[in-house]
């Protein structure tokens, strides 16, 4: 039986950052990149991290991709991001499948993206966010390998299955989304600087071997505000559907704005449905479609994907699309941080659901032929709804013991 959700209150802490400025240093000499001592105009100049939190890129010439992935054909393509093409190869002298990025610089923004993904993803090192392995720098080309992630996008396991294929279920989908914010609280809050994705979104969460998900496409990222800034003021980027409306209409990014961009993620999670979808009328954008029902909880069997066919746990749904409802506020200082987010998913995914089960009936007297009848089991019983409560009394009386902890302290008063 699943207790209940944590009660998430009206939380207003400030992250504050440090910010970098890096670029790319050509090697002649084919050594690995130590990102800490390059500097890119991304902003003041500063040591980002400790030389030994930093991790080496491998530095691999346009032959040898072009080469892994059998010269770019179609049969090694595996799809096309807004900045380049990527393709799945092989690297011979490290013997290893990996995916490759081929950016188009025929414009500015490949060329920045290239940078910025370069310099993240050499400093950022975390089992929910995707390996870099190395880059090409060669000429006019630029392109990142990655370590291949065998299952593809979230988005595609969400929204291209075929009706052959099985949905995932509901422990996965949740499973995905602890994952994923564990990722997202990395980047804010333990990563030095603190860094905001800018660019989270069901196509940028890819899986490993066991549904395991890794933040991806980090070319658009931004390191945190660093001194007395809240917000780092920006050009307006990112995926329609996913971006945050403070930011969308003033350009000033904060933490919070990826945490809206988790809420569309995580109703995608519960709903089946895109983000936003060319074909659905007056429905298109996913959350608007959804912020009436939010204040009826009635409407809340709505929000599951039919493809589910019920098989969900009513409370786990009621706490998952609460806890959208809270990444969605339209004040930002009311979403809860990454660390609170990753908290309640844990709670949530350490509850899996087993379907109700049938009980097999044996009955005297059938005649030759007569199947045997089946009566499901009911549940719950009475003392499962009794654990379940002292359960979420619990869970209750510690969030609110943790909240009065922090906002007495001077950090929570910030």
């Not at 422990?171 to 602890?178: K, L, Q």
């Not at 496409?217 to 307006?236: H, I, N």
């Not at 983000?275 to 298109?284: S, T, V």
Request: contains cysteine.
């Amino acid at each position: 039986m699943m207790g209940s959700c944590p009660c998430f209150g009206l939380w207003s802490w400030k992250t504050k950052g440090k910010t970098v400025k890096a670029q790319e240093e050509q090697n002649k000499n084919r050594k690995s990149l130590d990102v800490s001592e390059t500097s890119s105009g991304l902003g003041p100049e500063e040591n980002p991290t400790e030389s030994d939190s930093s991790h080496k890129a491998q530095i691999f010439t346009f032959r040898e991709l072009a080469t892994a992935t059998k010269n770019f054909r179609d049969e090694t393509f595996i799809g096309q991001g807004g900045f380049g093409t990527v393709y799945k190869g092989t690297i011979g002298k490290i013997n290893q499948v990996v995916a490759v990025k081929r950016l188009d610089t025929t414009g500015v923004q490949g060329e920045k993206e290239f940078l910025v993904e370069v310099l993240m993803l050499s400093l950022l090192r975390h089992s929910n966010l995707v390996n870099m392995i190395g880059y090409c720098a060669e000429g006019d080309q630029r392109l990142l390998v990655y370590e291949y992630m065998a299952l593809g996008s979230l988005e595609s396991h969400l929204h291209d299955v075929s009706p052959d294929e099985e949905p995932l279920d509901w422990n996965t989908r949740m499973m995905i989304a602890f994952g994923a914010a564990k990722g997202l609280n990395y980047l804010h809050h333990e990563a030095k600087p603190s860094v905001i994705y800018r660019d989270l979104k069901s196509s940028n969460i890819l899986l490993d071997e066991g549904f395991r998900p890794k933040l991806s496409d980090f070319g658009l990222a931004k390191f945190g505000p660093t001194g007395e800034q809240s917000y780092v003021a920006t050009r307006v980027m990112g995926t329609q559907g996913y971006c945050a409306p403070e930011y969308a209409t003033s350009g000033k990014l904060t933490m919070r704005s990826d945490i809206y961009s988790f809420g569309v993620v995580l109703l995608e999670l519960i709903t089946g449905r895109r983000a936003y979808d060319d074909n659905g009328g007056p429905e298109k954008h996913l959350v608007e479609w959804a912020r009436p029902m939010f204040r009826d909880k009635k409407s809340y069997p709505r929000f599951a994907d039919p493809r589910l066919k019920g098989c969900y746990p009513g409370t786990a749904l009621s706490n998952a699309i609460e806890l959208a409802a809270m990444c969605l506020r339209e004040e930002p200082r009311q979403r809860p941080n990454a660390g609170h987010i990753v908290e309640a998913l844990k709670f949530l995914s350490s509850k899996p659901y087993t379907p109700k089960v049938s009980i097999t009936v044996n009955t005297t007297g059938m005649e030759s032929g007569d199947s045997p009848k089946e009566t499901p089991a009911i549940l719950p019983q009475e003392s499962e709804r009794e654990r379940a409560v002292a359960e979420a009394k619990l869970w209750g009386e510690t969030w609110r013991q943790r909240r009065q902890s922090e906002q007495s302290s001077p950090e929570g008063s910030k």
